[in-house]
Structures are given as structure tokens and as C-alpha cells.
């Protein structure tokens, strides 16, 4: 494993050189800062968008980071404060995540710079959720974007996505499964937003498409195996649905 210092030397050169000079060995301490703050901003969210996700979003976007050779802390802080201000919990104002997440940084005395990188990133993903289809502008990104949005989709995959789903059903209210519901495989934002289905259509709606949506090789790779856990899963679902075993 190389050392974080080592991996910077390869990183992005668009990212390098500028703002942190003099600060460098802050970056630990600044991504502590924004962990304390993400951790507060979640203490009471239970729908799915908790603490841990922005975690295991992190964790699984830093693992892209490496072998995607991008920056790190840039990766690291955007997977952190990637669902600060999602529109669910705004009455609809998208903008909101971007005027939080820039008081913050500039509060925590990040770089200008770093500061731009990180809302680019973040205001990207919130527009690209804002479409309906999983399909995004993904030539328009820098890698440091692609590796963020990749994490975020792959925390919705495997068994990770699968407990998930549920959970999020049953805050909702919403049934499990229900063979008198289908899924609507081509549902818009609105309809996306109220509709009431069920857990197991949300796979089909959503889950099993997303495979396709990944952004850098490595993302690819994690979701196709993801993907084949579900596929696996719904099969056994259905066939003890079936009392088949
Ligand atoms: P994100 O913000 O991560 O793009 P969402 O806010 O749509 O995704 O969903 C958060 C989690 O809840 C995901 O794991 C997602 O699959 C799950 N989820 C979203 N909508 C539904 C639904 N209608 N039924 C079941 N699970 C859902
Ligand atoms: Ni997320």
C-alpha cells in the first residue's frame, strides 16, 4: 500500500500545486472537520441517507480513488458531503446543499480551490439525481466526480443496497412485495418522487439499471459483482415466494 504522500505525487495534476501549500499536512485534520460535521448535519436521518452511508460512500470511493490515481482528499471530503442538503429533505430546494457545504468549508479554512473542486463535484451529482434516468453526463465530470458518483450508486448495490431497500420501504410504509403491483421499468422524476410501489419493483425500477450508469472502470467492475449478488437474491426471493425452495 502506498503512503498517502506517494499517491499524491501521481495525482490529477489540475489539482495540484495550488492552495495547500504551507497547510499540506492539515489535509487529515480538515477531513476530521468535515466528518464532525456530516456526523451532526445525519444524527437523526434514518431513511437511508444516515452517517454511515456518507461513510461507506467514502470508504468505497477512496478504494476507487487508488486505483483510479485521483485525488484523495478532494474524493475523500466530496463522498463526505455528497447528500448534505439532498433536495428530499429541502421541500424541493436543490440548491441548499451547496450554500451549506461552502460555509462549512470556508469556516474549516479550506483552500479556495479545494473548496470549488468539492462543491463542482457535489453540485454535479445532486443535478445529475435531479434527472430521472440513471444515465448521466458523464464525459462532463473529472475523475474525482465520476469516483464519488460510482461510490454513491455502489452503496445502493449488494447486500449493502438490498438492506437498504427494505429499509427504506418500511419507513415508508411501503409493501415488500406485492405480485398485483408490476414495476414500471420507465417512471418520471414526478412519478418517481409519489408513486407508491414496492420494495422488490424497486430493483427493477432502479437497482438492476444502475450497473450501467458507473463512471470509471473500476466502478464498473464493483457493480457488475454487486449486481450479480442481486440478480442472485431475487432469484431465491422469488422462488421461496414460491415455496419452490
Ligand atoms: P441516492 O440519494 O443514494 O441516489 P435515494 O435517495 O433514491 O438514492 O435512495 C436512498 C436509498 O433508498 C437507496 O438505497 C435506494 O435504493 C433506496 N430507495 C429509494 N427509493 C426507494 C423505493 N421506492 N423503494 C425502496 N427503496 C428505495
Ligand atoms: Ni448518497
Redesign the pocket.
Known amino acids: 500500500m502506498i503512503s498517502r504522500d506517494e499517491h499524491e505525487k501521481k495525482i490529477n495534476p489540475a489539482v495540484q500545486g495550488s492552495g495547500w501549500e504551507g497547510i499540506r499536512m492539515n489535509k487529515g485534520q480538515k477531513i476530521k472537520e468535515i466528518e464532525a460535521l456530516v456526523k451532526d448535519y445525519f444524527a437523526e436521518e434514518s431513511?437511508?441517507?444516515d452517517w454511515w452511508?456518507c461513510h461507506r460512500v467514502r470508504q468505497t470511493a477512496l478504494h476507487i480513488a487508488k486505483e483510479e490515481k485521483a485525488d484523495l482528499f478532494i474524493v475523500e471530503a466530496a463522498a463526505l458531503l455528497h447528500?448534505v442538503g439532498?433536495y428530499?429533505f429541502h421541500d424541493g430546494d436543490e440548491d441548499i446543499g451547496g450554500k451549506i457545504i461552502e460555509k462549512w468549508l470556508l469556516g474549516i479554512a479550506v483552500p479556495r480551490k479545494q473548496i470549488d473542486l468539492i462543491l463542482n463535484i457535489v453540485t454535479n451529482l445532486s443535478f445529475m439525481?435531479s434527472l430521472n434516468s440513471p444515465e448521466r453526463p458523464g464525459k462532463l465530470l473529472t475523475v474525482e466526480a465520476k469516483i464519488v458518483s460510482d461510490a454513491?450508486?455502489l452503496?445502493?448495490l449488494g447486500a449493502i443496497?438490498i438492506a437498504?431497500?427494505f429499509a427504506?420501504?418500511g419507513f415508508?410504509r411501503?409493501e415488500m412485495h406485492n405480485p398485483e403491483i408490476l414495476p414500471n421499468a420507465a417512471i418520471t422524476r414526478e412519478a418517481y418522487k409519489n408513486k407508491k410501489?414496492t420494495?422488490i419493483n424497486?430493483f427493477y425500477e432502479?437497482?438492476l439499471r444502475l450497473k450501467d450508469a458507473m463512471l470509471t472502470a473500476t466502478g464498473k467492475e464493483m457493480a457488475a459483482s454487486r449486481h450479480a449478488y442481486m440478480e442472485a437474491y431475487l432469484k431465491r426471493f422469488f422462488d421461496e415466494w414460491n415455496g419452490r425452495v
Open positions: 431513511t437511508g441517507h452511508h447528500d439532498d428530499k439525481k454513491d450508486r452503496d445502493a443496497g437498504r431497500t427504506f420501504g415508508f411501503q410501489s420494495s424497486h432502479k437497482l
